[in-house]
């Protein structure tokens, strides 16, 4: 079954850094774009970066572009969120998520455009 595992979190104090990483299995994992989101209690789940089947395309939030990067080693079936300059906003817990296909600038924040998820990471900053 497919499977999409999340680690790397933690918590750190305003302006420290944090790398999560995904690992993927049970489907190909090369299909399609990946993307990370996070979510806070009551909010709705924010699309943070994603990147292309092959990692030559990525899509960032305003609100975190400069300061996180995403990037994907299909050989390992793993893909990564570095965040630098963490801030306490980005507090939340960050979900990776995989699609079957094609995300664009305007779809890859959507998560109706992703089929696997993972259990999430929490993020802590203070």
């Known amino acids: 079954h497919v499977q999409l595992v999340e680690s790397g979190g933690g918590s750190v104090q305003a302006g420290g850094n944090l790398r999560l990483s995904c690992t993927g299995s049970?489907?190909?994992?090369?299909?399609?774009?990946m993307g990370w989101f996070r979510q806070t209690p009551g909010q709705e789940r924010e699309g943070v970066a994603a990147?292309?089947?092959?990692?030559?395309?990525?899509h960032y939030a305003d609100s975190v572009k400069g300061r996180f990067t995403i990037a994907r080693d299909n050989a390992k079936k793993t893909m990564f969120l570095q965040m630098n300059s963490l801030q306490p906003e980005d507090t939340a817990m960050y979900y990776c998520?995989?699609?079957?296909?094609?995300?664009?600038?305007?779809?890859?924040?959507?998560?109706?455009?992703?089929?696997?998820w993972g259990q999430g990471t929490q993020v802590t900053v203070s």
């Open positions: 990147i292309s089947a092959v990692g030559t395309s990525t």
């Open positions: 998520a995989a699609a079957l296909g094609y995300c664009d600038a305007n779809g890859f924040a959507s998560p109706r455009t992703y089929h696997y």
């Open positions: 049970g489907y190909t994992y090369n299909s399609g774009c």
